[in-house]
């Protein structure tokens, strides 16, 4: 078991507050990812949970327990950190079964469990070594062995993957999503990397500025941001917003048109520009046009079209799928 | 290295430090070499340096007239009893201040840093009253107390710079893993700090036994360490240069060869883990 419950949690740091009046419901077995911009108090948050830091106001129930005087030793979770935090000085089977010895369980018990993770984990080979002596992918996975080896109710990931090559992040990112599928262990998982939060949540937290700016599925907030913010962080290259008399044609002070959701033609559209960069990655091109009246606008064209920096095209958004804000920047629902 | 550095420069610089070298070491050397020497030869003008009557004649009077063993064990108890004692407490404090700071740990440490600052003689007094009233007077508990209290504020700054080059989130995970406060700091963070808890203990000792003035003051007989065993050389019936070498010989020696042994914890530790 390990639901957890945030309610009206707040942080201060001095006057700064970092964390205002935060509510949320992390059920038990899901998958949920912190994200947000630098800054926006995301790992604070995680950090809240953890015990690491104390709230200023606020509840956290794990299991309906209200934890916020439990230290961090007694809540039952365990944590992953952005740089490992491995015990230098103990061999990989010592740093993984370090949460065992701890709790005091008998040698016997904590060998079997260590092997058993080390096994799963592909770590058998180098349970003997220490940590300064394996790779960046392999001390991630040692930390997470440590994780996992003491059955925590949830597992907590303060951006574990940043320190790792693009490729080798994939990698692990499937991973970490198929062992969390396998032990069905709730897991908080903090990143600022949009991609990786749209691909391993169940459901993603907007945080902006201390705050929760949405709380849904991937495609939710793909489909329906709640509002400017969540529609240009979620989404890459990020959704074009179109202001002043341009937007007034659907009533509002502002519309959003994802690059995706814009067709590029030279025959005719509804805007019209001068194509500035045109960035190929194989599969899409990606168009960078400074329309008439309204400014730059990304576009994502099919490959055939062969614009090139300098052409003259038109656009034309998709009425369907056209997100429209009101003055507040909040999404505006028929 | 990217600057090329010409042989002649070398051998300057190389020159230059064996001179310094030796002109710091002088004075050992000398007070060495006088051990040896009669106490005639010890005042003759020119001096003598190396082309004189050998003798351990002083080594021999030193052991008779007074007991060089006894007052060797008060300066080991004194200066080890009064490092670990440091410990217990520095570690707990670096710790807090190293891990846990709040906004006045900054001021508290160069507090603790101004009390080196202030001479010992200023609080000779109030001191010698506390000690005598309280019977410590003379006792090696007394001695390890004030020794001890001396040296803190050098241990917690020691620990203390050394624990902030240990990343917080070790710990954390630590913390994480279920490891209570104590736990926390007996198996992660003293492994973790091994060479500068060493050279801590290294500099400590070295001072404590070092350490003239209070020892002088406060004891007599049963708690004397070394330095009182130089001191009662320097007599008023008369300069025996040749006896007061020989007895100073005898109480650096151990720490003469300590020190040798652990050059490179001391230098660490002396720069205060300034340097990786």
């Not at chain 1, 709380?215 to 240009?232: D, K, M, Q, T």
């Not at chain 2, 020892?215 to 007599?220: E, G, P």
Request: charged share 20%.
């Amino acid at each position: 078991m390990g639901k957890i419950v945030l309610e009206g949690v707040e942080k201060s740091f001095g006057n700064v507050n970092v964390i205002s009046d935060v509510d949320l419901t992390v059920e038990d077995g899901s998958f949920v990812v912190f994200v947000g911009p630098s800054g926006c108090g995301k790992s604070t948050l995680l950090r809240l949970i953890a015990g690491l830091e104390d709230v200023t106001a606020g509840k956290i129930l794990i299991d309906g327990i209200d934890v916020v005087d439990t230290p961090p030793a007694k809540r039952g979770l365990s944590m992953v950190f952005q740089s490992y935090a491995l015990y230098p000085h103990m061999s990989v089977r010592k740093n993984i079964g370090f949460g065992l010895r701890m709790a005091g369980r008998p040698k016997g018990e904590i060998e079997q469990k260590v092997n058993a993770a080390a096994a799963t984990l592909n770590l058998t080979p180098f349970l003997d070594r220490r940590p300064g002596q394996l790779s960046g992918g392999q001390r991630q996975r040692v930390a997470i062995g440590r994780a996992i080896v003491r059955e925590p109710k949830a597992f907590l990931f303060d951006e574990p993957l940043s320190n790792l090559d693009a490729a080798l992040r994939v990698q692990m990112r499937l991973e970490i999503a198929k062992l969390q599928d396998t032990l069905a262990t709730t897991a908080i998982y903090v990143t600022h990397d949009q991609v990786e939060a749209m691909t391993m949540a169940d459901r993603i937290v907007v945080l902006n500025a201390g705050r929760i700016e949405q709380v849904g599925s991937p495609l939710e907030l793909y489909n329906r941001p709640a509002n400017l913010f969540v529609a240009g962080f979620i989404g890459s290259p990020k959704m074009n917003f179109v202001g002043g008399p341009a937007a007034a044609k659907w009533d509002v002070a502002t519309v959003g048109v994802r690059p995706e959701h814009i067709t590029a033609s030279r025959d005719g559209g509804t805007w019209s520009g001068t194509v500035s960069v045109a960035e190929h990655v194989g599969s899409d091109t990606f168009l960078y046009v400074s329309v008439d009246q309204i400014g730059d606008v990304t576009v994502r064209a099919v490959g055939e079209l062969g614009a090139k920096p300098g052409d003259r095209i038109h656009l034309t958004p998709d009425p369907d799928r056209i997100h429209r804000f009101d003055a507040n920047g909040k999404a505006i629902r028929p | 290295m990217a600057r090329r550095v010409s042989t002649t420069r070398k051998l300057a610089v190389t020159a230059a430090a064996w001179i310094i070298g030796f002109l710091i070491f002088f004075p050992i050397l000398w007070m060495i070499v006088t051990s040896f020497k009669t106490e005639l030869d010890a005042f003759s003008t020119p001096p003598k340096f190396l082309f004189f009557d050998w003798t351990l004649e002083n080594y021999t009077v030193v052991q008779e007239r007074s007991d060089y063993l006894r007052h060797a064990m008060n300066s080991i108890v004194l200066s080890v009893g009064s490092t670990l004692v440091g410990l217990l407490v520095g570690i707990p404090a670096a710790w807090a201040m190293a891990f846990a700071p709040t906004k006045r740990t900054r001021d508290t440490l160069l507090w603790m840093l101004s009390t080196k600052m202030m001479p010992p003689v200023g609080v000779l007094v109030p001191i010698y009253l506390l000690f005598r009233d309280g019977g410590l007077l003379d006792s090696r508990a007394g001695l390890i107390f004030i020794l001890f209290m001396a040296n803190l504020p050098i241990i917690i700054w020691m620990l203390y710079t050394y624990f902030k080059e240990i990343p917080k989130d070790i710990l954390e995970a630590s913390r994480m893993d279920g490891a209570t406060t104590a736990k926390e700091v007996i198996f992660v963070l003293a492994p973790m700090a091994v060479p500068g808890i060493a050279s801590t203990i290294l500099l400590n000792v070295i001072l404590a036994w070092n350490e003239a003035f209070w020892t002088l003051n406060l004891t007599t007989v049963d708690a004397a360490p070394l330095t009182m065993f130089i001191a009662s050389y320097s007599s008023p019936e008369g300069l025996f240069w040749a006896k007061l070498s020989a007895a100073s010989t005898l109480a650096i020696a151990p720490i003469l060869v300590l020190g040798w042994f652990s050059q490179k914890q001391l230098v660490r530790g002396l720069t205060f883990g300034a340097v990786k």
